[in-house]
């Protein structure tokens, strides 16, 4: 009997379906273990073989504390709202209700013939209206909520407005009454409706503010941070520019800290800590006020060049009148002497008030520059430094010299106060920017400073620092803010990088806003006019002035509803809850089930989304904790990051300019042979594609490289550069892209012919057919490359459970590698060598289970060497299963089974129990062998294998036996043997006796463990 994997794993994956072996029970006496992947966006290009490796790795581990005695939850479910499903929607010409539909039964599909564990009685689509309702509910909760300072928490909202009716909003004893931040009770009740609510949407934790965004044009809608890279939108490399509009955020930002606080609780890689500790940014310093001066003063600053770079200000106060003030926030006060140029954000308000007209025009240039720039791309490590003068100074409160102010892309509006004080002998961007500008620069550290680089220490003696001279850097911190506080001039301050988070996107594919606006008055809808559902239309263009499509539609805008959707993060910032409790049409989950369940055991997923989907929800169960709706502040206890599966692409080569995102650009009618130096001209211009081989050092700047589909490419082995094209079947398959010009050595193929150059005439002819080379690059696997490869036809060729051991076989789950085909051959070797173990292709069962008599053992009771394979399988599998290394479980299984072949064991005792260590990695042959073995229940309710160290500890040792320094024997001794016992072993061995020829020895040395020696 063969190994018919088609046959066994359809009928295994339709016996699961048809029995409900998946359906987990919320009301269970086994102890709980939550599992989730961070669930996909059902994109229309359905599952490549990069996509399953966090899913397969989900799966072993969902499987094995199955066996493991567990009451397990895995879910499934889509996060089909938001731009990539609405995008892919728009390119197709579609609505995104009908892709979305199409693209998760796609999806469901290709997970089904994997083979997942999946409960798909608990799944969840994002676009679902019985799941929407519940994100709008919560979007409520967070409206109608706000951030107490006192205790750290969110609370209602109406706690706020009856501590407003009672009490007022009063300064607390000491400090300043501010007019328009404190009020007394009678002010507030005195107060318009329409200002009481402003005050209140200050305090709201989803609340509504005109602020500069993140617009894409092309898209249509505002995009947040993490969805711009280097200027342009992720989603499709458009142009963003920075636009003023009213928008929806959260107040993230109150979260700071216990965001902070909460990393320490969860088990977390600490590379994923560093970039959220880092995104969130929080930094201690001062904020300090500086006058400002809209002309330079006289005889204000004379500087002394000393030499090698080094330079000491001279300075002199001037009496002048403030026009204004600069606020400036800074984690380094003790470098206030060092301050050379003042930078603001282009953004800042003061920009426009304090600019001269000598400089208006160049500003003005500047900031068109500034409005095409992303937060990212500005802040990022760059060459390129920019900036522009205002032609106004800020004047040191200390010292009265006059500071030019700057403006500059890499000083952001949403960072401390939006402007900063540049010292550039303590910060290389400082330093460089002064440089490039030739501002001078003021030495405040001695010796540390070179004049060549800036030099971040906290360790030098101050110096040119008026009363902070020799101090030490880090003493004179708290000094200097001390005195800033002193002279009334600043304050001590916390300050996070992280902003709050835009929570509006003017798309239509989305959760609508269950809000109303009422002259001007943001008004919820009551719980029972929930869900708001998505109205269908036919067009989704973008509505007027930049709002979103949903404002074209007059029966909508007639109710006065929001017209902005929210953002795909909305649905799975608590998706991992609805999965507790999927059908509850009372709540979003009922606090018994998200007692039961708890915080999630394991997510797995992807670092793609570290500070965008895992910071919005952790922040979402923190709200959810303090309104007393969940039992805990954490959603996630481990976490652990998949690396990616990389596509191994083919590339030809087009010369640069002539070929742009698959449209022929700029071309002659000439065919550039390298060989030649005589081109020869084609009837119509076609791009040209040149062989790999032709590419080197030399030439290779002239060309860029150019995705060949990798089904049309034959794979060297040997030389990845020679991988060799089918040029007839890529014309055939991809006319649009690939009908070109193809060019090697001495020829080129042209309309399914290859020609050759004939120096004697001077013409092209007819010629024999060449090889076109391509050569391979590792890169993201993407569509766009055509370098994916569908799991389908995996499964189809080799089985799933081939597929699902080969994904994890190709390295540790965490890391990123690139995907090769040509191993998986080993791992179905390996499968069918285990199907072996049972079957045998003409006898058909070869297991046994008794033996036939106390004489002949051989075909039952398990031998030690048996046992001693099957134990230590157990052990590794089981530890490398527990710590997610299942790439060396696999290698483990392996080994086993080519020790029990070579013991030529088939016995039950020992086979079963492999059989369930290899049921999380494989299901199916599991499932299969199983049944064949005789069990009516499913391998998945049998108890997991239990190691026992006595079958693996070694009792015995072989030990090379020497005479006189040379081996001559070998015994196999027990580890227990004394002396004695060892020499009259030795001395009754053949071989030794032969040696010693009837000689005694002068003794026999025994190094236990090691080695014995005969003397003669």
């Known amino acids: 009997m063969e190994y018919d994997f088609r046959r066994i794993e359809q009928e295994w994956q339709q016996k699961w379906k048809e029995s409900g072996i998946y359906k987990v029970n919320n009301d269970s006496s086994k102890p709980k273990y939550y599992v989730l992947d961070m669930f996909p966006y059902p994109s229309g290009a359905g599952l490549h073989v990069g996509h399953p490796l966090g899913y397969i790795a989900s799966d072993i581990y969902s ?17 089909s709202f938001g731009l990539p499903a609405e995008q892919y929607a728009l390119d197709t010409g579609q609505h995104p209700a009908v892709t979305t539909k199409k693209n998760i039964e796609t999806f469901k599909s290709q997970l089904d013939n994997i083979g997942f564990c999946y409960d798909w009685d608990r799944e969840v689509q994002t676009s679902d209206p019985k799941y929407y309702k519940w ?47 404190h009020f007394t009770a009678d002010e507030w009740k005195s107060y318009p409706k329409q200002q009481q609510e402003e005050i209140l949407m200050n305090r709201r934790l989803a609340f509504s503010k005109y602020g500069e965004v993140n617009w894409c044009e092309a898209l249509g809608t505002v995009l947040a941070n993490d969805e711009v890279v280097n200027g342009v939108s992720e989603r499709g490399g458009h142009p963003v520019e920075k636009k003023k509009m009213r928008q929806w955020y959260l107040r993230i930002t109150a979260y700071a800290d216990r965001l902070l606080e909460g990393l320490e609780t969860v088990d977390f890689s600490d590379s994923m800590k560093e970039m959220q500790r880092n995104w969130i940014g929080k930094s201690q310093g001062a904020e300090i006020d500086f006058r400002i001066r809209l002309s330079e003063s006289e005889e204000a600053i004379t500087v002394i060049d000393k030499g090698n770079g080094i330079t000491e200000t001279d300075y002199s106060s001037t009496e002048t009148e403030a026009d204004s003030f600069l606020t400036v926030y800074t984690t380094r006060p003790d470098t206030i002497f060092g301050v050379d140029f003042m930078v603001l954000a282009p953004e800042h308000e003061l920009v426009a008030e304090i600019t001269s007209e000598a400089q208006k025009e160049e500003i003005e240039k500047y900031l068109q520059y500034v409005k095409s720039r992303s937060d990212r791309e500005r802040q990022a490590e760059v060459k390129q430094i920019t900036g522009c003068f205002t032609g106004a100074y800020a004047i040191n409160p200390f010292n009265g010299r006059e500071i030019p102010i700057w403006i500059a892309e890499y000083v952001l509006a949403g960072y401390g106060t939006g402007a900063i004080m540049a010292v550039p002998c303590g910060d290389q961007r400082d330093f460089a920017f002064a440089k490039h500008f030739n501002i001078p620069i003021t030495n405040i550290i001695g010796e540390h400073y070179n004049g060549e680089e800036a030099n971040p220490t906290k360790d030098a003696i101050l110096e040119n620092s008026g009363f902070l001279n020799g101090m030490l850097m880090k003493d004179a911190i708290d000094v200097a803010v001390n005195k800033i506080e002193e002279l009334g001039i600043g304050k001590r301050q916390v300050n996070y990088k992280m902003r709050d988070a835009g929570f509006s996107r ?3 594919w989305g959760e609508p806003f269950p809000i109303k606006w009422i002259d001007g008055i943001a008004v919820p809808l009551g719980e029972n006019e929930l869900p708001l559902e998505l109205p269908h ?20 805008t007639a109710q006065h509803l929001e017209t902005n959707t929210m953002p795909g993060y909305a649905g799975s910032s608590w998706y991992f809850l609805r999965y507790m409790d999927p059908h509850n049409n009372e709540t979003f989950c009922s606090r018994n089930t998200s007692d039961y369940w708890g915080q999630v055991d394991l997510y797995i997923g992807g670092t793609e989304h570290a500070v965008g989907h895992l910071l919005y929800s952790r922040m979402w169960t923190k709200v959810l904790y303090d309104l007393n709706l969940i039992g805990y502040d954490e959603p996630y206890k481990k976490l652990v990051n998949q690396g990616m599966i990389q596509g191994v692409s083919q590339i030809a080569y087009v010369r640069k300019g002539e070929f742009e995102e698959g449209v022929s650009k700029g071309m002659s009618n000439t065919i550039f042979v390298p060989a030649f130096d005589n081109p020869a001209s084609t009837p119509t211009p076609k791009l040209q594609l040149y062989s790999a081989d032709l590419i080197n050092q030399e030439n290779k700047d002239r060309f860029k490289p150019f995705n060949i589909p990798i089904e049309l490419v034959q794979l060297n082995t040997l030389d990845s550069t020679k991988n060799l094209l089918d040029v007839d079947l890529g014309v055939n398959l991809f006319p649009q892209r690939l009908d070109a010009i193809y060019i090697v050595q001495d020829a080129f193929y042209y309309e399914g012919q290859w020609r050759t150059w004939n120096n004697n005439d001077s013409t092209w002819s007819i010629t024999d057919k060449r090889d076109f080379y391509t050569s391979s690059e590792v890169e993201k696997m993407s569509k766009s490359k055509y370098n994916t490869i569908n799991p389908d036809e995996l499964c189809s060729k080799y089985g799933a459970d081939t597929f699902r051991m080969y994904e994890m076989f190709l390295g540790p789950v965490e890391l990123s590698k690139p995907w090769d085909t040509k ?50 399988a157990i052990k590794k599998i089981e530890d490398d299963t527990e710590r997610f290394s299942f790439n060396t479980a696999v290698s483990a299984f392996m080994i086993a089974t080519n020790e029990l072949s070579d013991l030529k064991c088939h016995k039950k005792e020992i086979l079963e129990p492999l059989l369930i260590l290899l049921t999380p990695y494989a299901p199916h042959i599991a499932e299969e062998l199983w049944k064949q073995l005789g069990h009516q229940q499913s391998v998945l309710d049998a108890s997991y294998p239990v190691f026992e ?68």
């Open 63 to 79: 499987r094995y504390k199955r066996l493991k005695g567990f009451n397990v939850l895995h879910p499934m479910g889509f996060d």
């Open 823 to 872: 191993g998986i051959e080993g791992v179905h070797r390996f499968l069918k060598k285990f199907w072996r173990l049972f079957f045998d292709e003409v006898k058909g069962a070869i297991w046994t289970t008794t033996a036939p008599s106390p004489a002949d053992r051989a075909g039952g009771e398990a031998t030690d060497a048996e046992l001693k394979v099957l134990h230590k």
């Open 949 to 1016: 160290e006595k079958y693996v500890k070694e009792s015995s040792k072989a030990y090379p036996v020497a005479v006189n320094g040379k081996t001559r024997s070998e015994l196999t001794i027990s580890l227990t043997a004394t002396q004695q016992e060892v020499e009259a072993l030795v001395l009754a061995d053949e071989k030794v006796q032969k040696w010693l020829d009837g000689k005694s020895p002068k003794k026999i040395i025994y190094v236990k463990n090691k080695m014995i020696n005969v003397v003669v």
């Open 506 to 508: 003017q798309r239509y």
């Open 537 to 556: 239309v036919d067009s989704y263009k973008p509505g007027p002035e930049g709002q979103g499509p949903l404002a074209n539609i007059e029966e909508w």
């Open 135 to 181: 994100t709008q509910w919560i979007f409520l909760q967070l409206f109608n909520s706000y951030f107490c300072n006192t205790q750290k928490k969110a609370r209602p909202i109406s706690e706020l407005i009856e501590k407003y009716e009672t009490k007022g909003a009063m300064p607390k004893p000491g400090k300043e009454f501010i007019p328009g931040k």
